[in-house]
């Protein structure tokens, strides 16, 4: 039986600044890349195990067109949708849940 997807929300280094700029609640992101990726890695091996975790990049420009055409805010909502979407154009699987890194939303090691 195959494992449900967890569909994540992947930054770029070069571009992470750009990202930070266009989100509504951008308080709730990490204020460094290296901070964001050390809790997106961590997130992905707490899940790994139990779930297929899907990166899906996120371009600022093509999720703030997104966000538009969606009439959504750029913020962890939109994040989540866009993440889920994005898994399931690249898969077969369903995307069964988004948790987008956000400071304090790490689950228990």
Known sequence: MPRPTVALCWYSRSRYSDILSIMADKERL???????????????????GRYDVRRVPLNPDEFLE???????????????RYANEGASRSSTAIA???????????MAA
Do not use: I, K
């Open 66 to 80: 997104w966000c538009r055409e969606a009439s959504v805010s750029p913020d962890a909502f939109a994040r989540d």
């Open 96 to 106: 069964v849940s988004s948790r987008v890194p956000t400071r304090g939303a790490l």
């Open 30 to 48: 990490p204020a460094s890349f290296d901070e964001w990726r050390n809790d997106a890695m961590r997130l992905e091996r707490q899940v790994e």
